[in-house]
């Protein structure tokens, strides 16, 4: 089992930055694929980005150049920055985690992005 813990949505306006973070525990070393997800209201959950335990990272075309992500393995934690921030990116955030058995959620964080 992976537990996932998020923190550091918030409310912003428009062209600022947040740093969303996420810590994993329990069987950390199964642990492959790191990600970030979001859902906004009446939408269906899209990826942000993801990582593997290599560093390899890619990105969905509507945040490539402004949001950044990156994993602290000796801290179990994956970041995304968030910069230049739009409406648009308003939903909440999941962080992600993939074993070759399982994916785990964590309960997600609300981004708010007020024009």
């Known amino acids: 089992q992976v537990q996932l813990v998020e923190s550091g949505g918030g409310l912003v306006q428009a062209g600022g930055s947040l740093r969303l973070s996420c810590a994993a525990s329990g069987s950390i070393f199964s642990i492959n694929l790191m990600g970030w997800y979001r859902q906004a209201p009446g939408k269906q959950r899209e990826l942000v980005a993801g990582?593997?335990?290599?560093?390899?990272?890619n990105y969905v075309d509507s945040v490539k150049g402004r949001f950044t992500i990156s994993r602290d393995n000796a801290k179990n934690t994956v970041y995304l920055q968030m910069n230049s921030l739009k409406p648009e990116d308003t939903a909440v955030y999941y962080c992600?985690?993939?074993?070759?058995?399982?994916?785990?959620w964590g309960q997600g964080t609300q981004v708010t992005v007020s024009s």
């Open positions: 992600n985690a993939d074993t070759i058995l399982a994916r785990y």
């Open positions: 990582i593997t335990d290599g560093g390899r990272s």
